[in-house]
């Protein structure tokens, strides 16, 4: 379907508004009567620019305060409407938003509203254009889109229909299955926001806390999917007002925004709805409309770690340490491989920048030229690779916080792209090698710190991408602050992560570095063989073990080791989560992990005892 997104979603002047909405890919645009009051472009010069940009208008907005008023505001507002509409005809605008009256309604009754509605729909046929009437979950005597519908439905005329706007209806939990009665024709035009569930006024939550479709909790698959049932075939337009989208980047808010609704168009034409309880005759179904996504399958989970190194050797040090040995070097580029069972960590010392840290992470998937088809349907860019004929096809993109992400697939029993590296020379294997393994298996998760202003856009890349499912949030204590964290899982768990964003504070990303998790089978081993190669691991304040102890009764052998191996504990009625912590390495440390039974989570009550170790030591170092 075609696509739309109203201007005041994103920051910016009305020219750079265009240029960015353009730029994402969207077919029109809905002009927020501000934008167009505070713009230097004249209604003409706007016409042109949208021209120029493939753009269409699509929709006119708002007009307040309108039905429900005494005769003299009634008269009045007719002719503020005749003003607007004339203007309408200047920019081609041939749809106006019409919001419930929240302000200036005196009279309550539908009579009122019906014969006030009339007279503004006889207006506006006179003047060419169409009312499209929609319910503010706030509205004074109007709330409902079942309500605005009734209205609209006995006014009975061409010129005014409905406007289905999912955040006014689904923020009041209305029953859905009155969309089915409403004729698609009547339906004049559709917007979409997402929210986070909240406790909040309906105001609030709507003026400051809208989200894109799939960055918050509710089923816009379900809503979309409803409407174009009905046989509405219309633009799908995004009506978001967000504090943070307002004070972004243009560029990425609209390109975000694109993204979220292919994901939901996708969704949408893959929901499966109930049998209407009424079918509207003449109404017919045009589920094809709605444009699907190529699939992805990255169940098989981590393919690589990619690290940048930075100065000195601290990254192969603690490499060794976990028990991980050299494999060989890239037979073209200036790359180390490291390995330990099915992790593989790839140093790239072509990366410039002096701290170390995450740079890139690889997934197997099932299909490279399908998962990268997805990539860019859902507007991300191939990031230009350097690559040998023959070498493996290894597509990468670019996350919102900066990482790589690339796409693999497997020859076998191995990643095909294992073949571009060694062998590792014999007489580099460093002393450790003849020590005993660390019993590291996999990876069990990645946790990546997002810049705040780019949270929630990377939650739905992620999502959207790789097709991964997301929890609910967590808001974990530490000292600096509070911090917000989200995990995407794939069904199987073959790839978990975890979107941290920390407080904000300046250096904030020096005190919570990313971190990749790995799995052991025996924790208490692990750390045994940890430390025999030389591994620090993050101290634990004693304070923890007593606590423990008086929450759970493990008893006094299961303590003492805890509390000589300094490892934290977790217990759900699930299974158990057993963890360690090493010490920073530039912009990076790892956790080594222990899961018994289906323990789900990610040791969330032992955050804020983690968070405070590491600034513990953060002011350590310094004061050393």
Same mark, same amino acid.
């Not at 808010?253 to 003449?282: C, I, M, N, W």
């Not at 407080?503 to 430390?531: I, K, S």
């Not at 032992?606 to 405070?612: I, Q, W």
């Given at each position: 379907?075609?696509?739309?997104?109203?201007?005041?979603?994103?920051s910016?002047s009305?020219?750079?508004?265009l240029?960015?909405i353009?730029?994402a890919?969207?077919?029109?645009?809905?002009l927020f009567e501000?934008?167009?009051?505070?713009?230097r472009?004249?209604?003409?010069e706007v016409?042109?620019?949208?021209?120029d940009?493939?753009?269409?208008?699509?929709?006119?907005?708002?007009?307040?305060?309108?039905e429900?008023? *005494?005769?003299?505001t009634?008269?009045?507002n007719?002719?503020r409407? $005749?003003h607007?509409f004339?203007?309408?005809?200047?920019?081609?605008i041939?749809?106006?938003?019409l919001?419930s009256?929240?302000?200036?309604?005196?009279?309550p009754?539908d009579?009122v509203a019906?014969?006030?509605?009339g007279?503004?729909?006889?207006?506006a046929?006179?003047?060419g254009?169409?009312?499209?009437y929609?319910?503010?979950?706030?509205?004074?005597f109007v709330?409902t889109y079942d309500h605005? #519908?009734d209205l609209?439905?006995q006014?009975?005329?061409p010129?005014l229909?409905?406007?289905l706007?999912?955040?006014?209806i689904?923020?009041r939990?209305?029953?859905l299955e009155t969309i089915?009665?409403i004729?698609? $024709?009547?339906?004049?035009?559709c917007?979409?926001a997402?929210?986070p569930l909240?406790n909040l006024d309906?105001l609030?939550w709507s003026?400051h806390y809208?989200?894109f479709p799939?960055?918050g909790s509710w089923d816009?698959?379900?809503?979309?999917a409803r409407?174009?049932?009905?046989g509405?075939q219309?633009?799908?337009?995004?009506e978001?007002f967000n504090d943070?989208?307002?004070?972004?980047?243009?560029w990425?808010t609209a390109?975000?925004?694109?993204r979220s609704?292919?994901?939901?168009e996708?969704?949408a034409?893959?929901a499966?709805l109930?049998a209407p309880?009424?079918?509207?005759?003449g109404?017919?179904?045009?589920?094809?409309?709605?444009?699907?996504l190529?699939?992805?399958?990255?169940?098989?989970?981590f393919?690589?770690?990619?690290?940048?190194p930075g100065?000195g050797?601290a990254?192969?040090?603690?490499?060794?340490?976990?028990?991980? *040995?050299p494999?060989?070097?890239?037979?073209?580029?200036?790359?180390?491989?490291w390995?330990q069972?099915?992790v593989h960590?790839?140093v790239n010392?072509?990366l410039?920048?002096?701290?170390?840290r995450?740079?890139a992470l690889g997934?197997?998937?099932?299909d490279v030229?399908r998962?990268?088809?997805?990539a860019?349907?859902?507007r991300s860019?191939l990031l230009?690779?350097?690559?040998? *004929?023959?070498?493996?096809v290894l597509d990468g993109i670019l996350a919102?916080?900066?990482t790589?992400?690339?796409?693999s697939?497997?020859?076998?029993e191995?990643?095909? #792209?294992l073949?571009e590296?060694?062998?590792a020379d014999?007489? $580099?294997a460093p002393?450790?090698?003849a020590?005993?393994?660390?019993?590291?298996?996999?990876?069990?998760?990645v946790a990546?710190?997002q810049? #705040?202003?780019?949270?929630?856009?990377?939650?739905?890349?992620y999502?959207?991408?790789?097709?991964?499912v997301?929890?609910?949030?967590?808001d974990?204590?530490? $000292?600096a602050?509070?911090?917000r964290?989200?995990?995407?899982?794939t069904?199987?768990r073959?790839i978990?992560l975890?979107?941290?964003v920390?407080?904000?504070q300046?250096?904030?990303?020096?005190v919570?570095p990313?971190h990749?998790?790995?799995h052991?089978d025996?924790l208490?081993a692990t750390?045994t063989?940890?430390?025999?190669?030389g591994?620090?691991?993050?101290p634990?304040?004693?304070?923890?073990?007593?606590d423990?102890?008086a929450?759970?009764?493990?008893?006094s052998?299961v303590?003492?080791?805890l509390?000589?191996?300094?490892?934290?504990f977790?217990?759900d009625e699930?299974g158990?989560?057993?963890?360690?912590?090493t010490?920073?390495?530039g912009?990076?440390?790892?956790e080594i992990?222990?899961? *018994?039974?289906?323990y789900?989570?990610?040791?969330a009550?032992n955050a804020?005892?983690?968070l405070a170790?590491?600034?513990?030591?953060?002011r350590q170092?310094?004061?050393?």
């Amino acid at each position: 379907m075609r696509s739309s997104i109203a201007t005041v979603c994103i920051s910016g002047s009305l020219g750079d508004k265009l240029t960015a909405i353009a730029d994402a890919g969207f077919d029109g645009y809905e002009l927020f009567e501000l934008d167009l009051v505070t713009s230097r472009l004249s209604p003409e010069e706007v016409v042109s620019r949208s021209a120029d940009l493939g753009l269409s208008i699509d929709l006119y907005q708002p007009f307040r305060d309108f039905e429900g008023v *005494t005769s003299d505001t009634l008269a009045l507002n007719l002719r503020r409407a $005749e003003h607007k509409f004339a203007l309408m005809n200047r920019l081609g605008i041939d749809t106006m938003l019409l919001c419930s009256n929240v302000g200036t309604a005196t009279l309550p009754g539908d009579a009122v509203a019906i014969d006030q509605l009339g007279a503004l729909a006889a207006l506006a046929e006179t003047n060419g254009v169409r009312i499209a009437y929609e319910a503010l979950a706030w509205g004074k005597f109007v709330s409902t889109y079942d309500h605005a #519908w009734d209205l609209v439905k006995q006014v009975d005329h061409p010129a005014l229909g409905v406007c289905l706007d999912s955040f006014h209806i689904l923020s009041r939990g209305s029953d859905l299955e009155t969309i089915a009665t409403i004729p698609g $024709e009547k339906i004049f035009f559709c917007q979409l926001a997402d929210a986070p569930l909240m406790n909040l006024d309906v105001l609030s939550w709507s003026r400051h806390y809208r989200l894109f479709p799939g960055e918050g909790s509710w089923d816009l698959a379900d809503f979309v999917a409803r409407i174009v049932h009905a046989g509405y075939q219309g633009p799908l337009s995004l009506e978001v007002f967000n504090d943070v989208f307002r004070q972004g980047d243009p560029w990425v808010t609209a390109r975000d925004a694109r993204r979220s609704l292919v994901v939901l168009e996708d969704a949408a034409r893959a929901a499966r709805l109930p049998a209407p309880a009424v079918v509207v005759s003449g109404a017919a179904p045009a589920p094809a409309l709605l444009t699907g996504l190529p699939a992805v399958d990255a169940s098989r989970g981590f393919s690589f770690i990619e690290l940048q190194p930075g100065a000195g050797t601290a990254v192969d040090v603690a490499l060794t340490q976990l028990g991980f *040995t050299p494999r060989g070097r890239h037979q073209r580029k200036n790359a180390e491989l490291w390995s330990q069972n099915e992790v593989h960590v790839i140093v790239n010392h072509d990366l410039a920048g002096v701290q170390p840290r995450v740079a890139a992470l690889g997934f197997e998937v099932t299909d490279v030229q399908r998962a990268s088809a997805r990539a860019v349907a859902l507007r991300s860019h191939l990031l230009p690779r350097d690559r040998a *004929t023959d070498e493996d096809v290894l597509d990468g993109i670019l996350a919102p916080d900066g990482t790589e992400v690339y796409f693999s697939e497997r020859d076998g029993e191995a990643p095909s #792209w294992l073949g571009e590296f060694g062998p590792a020379d014999p007489a $580099e294997a460093p002393a450790s090698a003849a020590l005993p393994p660390t019993g590291i298996t996999h990876v069990d998760h990645v946790a990546l710190v997002q810049p #705040w202003q780019r949270a929630d856009e990377a939650v739905l890349f992620y999502q959207s991408i790789l097709g991964l499912v997301v929890s609910d949030g967590l808001d974990l204590a530490g $000292e600096a602050g509070l911090v917000r964290s989200r995990s995407l899982v794939t069904a199987d768990r073959g790839i978990r992560l975890a979107l941290n964003v920390t407080p904000l504070q300046p250096g904030a990303t020096d005190v919570y570095p990313n971190h990749v998790a790995l799995h052991t089978d025996d924790l208490v081993a692990t750390v045994t063989a940890l430390r025999a190669r030389g591994a620090r691991l993050l101290p634990i304040p004693q304070n923890y073990y007593d606590d423990l102890d008086a929450r759970l009764d493990l008893g006094s052998e299961v303590i003492t080791t805890l509390r000589a191996h300094e490892i934290l504990f977790d217990r759900d009625e699930r299974g158990d989560f057993l963890h360690v912590y090493t010490m920073p390495v530039g912009q990076f440390f790892c956790e080594i992990v222990q899961r *018994t039974g289906d323990y789900d989570g990610y040791g969330a009550a032992n955050a804020p005892v983690r968070l405070a170790a590491q600034r513990a030591e953060e002011r350590q170092h310094h004061t050393d």
